[in-house]
């Protein structure tokens, strides 16, 4: 899955140092997500926003 870096609380761009083992956390108000789910587990209640996306060729292709 190919998630925006972007909170959706508060469009907060959310470093990859913000990543501990499987879960993501925004340093803005502390929304933590699941990396695998895109899901919200702690404080919040929205996921990550999602990109439509393949492998081709040994690349990503990421549409949005």
């Known amino acids: ?4 870096s972007r909170c959706p609380h508060q469009v907060t761009n ?4 913000a990543l501990e083992g499987e879960k993501i956390t925004c340093p803005k108000h502390n929304w933590v997500f699941d990396i695998n789910t895109g899901a919200c587990i702690e404080k919040g209640s929205r996921p990550l ?8 060729g040994g690349r990503l292709m990421v549409y949005w």
């Open 1 to 4: 899955n190919v998630y925006d």
């Open 14 to 17: 959310i470093p990859e140092l």
């Open 49 to 56: 926003n999602q990109f439509e996306n393949k492998a081709e």
